[in-house]
């Protein structure tokens, strides 16, 4: 499978529209199990050994092929301000029927924080309403991972 890296820019009119970054060949052809994301991400991405926080957004078609990944928000150390917004223009833009939203600890801790908690509900939320299915929110360490899906944690 491709998988290919986009921005976003601005074009003439002040639309939003993507741009391609860069693309790998990756093994995998869908990302239906949780473990195939993690390595991904890991492989491509090294969120596992990223010094400050990333969030990395997936959008998947109906089947979980990826459509593009973005690297949507980079914060410090300890913590990354999400917006939903910019995730579902991205959603939108790629034709998404499904998503995977990553993000790293640097600390290695996986568990997950009040902040993580808030925005994976109000993600859920935006989800229900856009008709874009929100598959999984996980939290990458240096060597585990936590999965709000396999945890049961979706409402």
Do not use: W
Request: glycine share 6%.
């Amino acid at each position: 499978m491709k998988v290919t890296t986009y921005t976003t820019e601005l074009d003439q009119n002040k639309h939003v529209v993507l741009v391609e970054e860069r693309s790998y060949n990756y093994n995998e052809e869908v990302l239906d199990r949780t473990g195939k994301v993690v390595l991904l991400l890991n492989s491509l991405f090294t969120m596992n050994k990223l010094a400050e926080e990333h969030v990395f957004l997936i959008s998947l078609t109906a089947n979980m092929k990826v459509l593009g990944v973005f690297d949507v928000f980079h914060g410090a150390a300890n913590y990354c301000i999400v917006n939903e917004r910019e995730i579902f223009i991205r959603l939108l833009l790629t034709g998404a029927v499904n998503f995977i939203l990553g993000h790293n600890h640097p600390s290695g801790d996986v568990a997950p924080s009040k902040s993580d908690m808030s925005v994976t509900d109000r993600l859920m939320e935006c989800s229900r309403l856009m008709g874009i299915k929100f598959i999984d929110h996980i939290i990458i360490g240096d060597n585990d991972y936590f999965s709000f899906n396999e945890e049961k944690i979706f409402k």
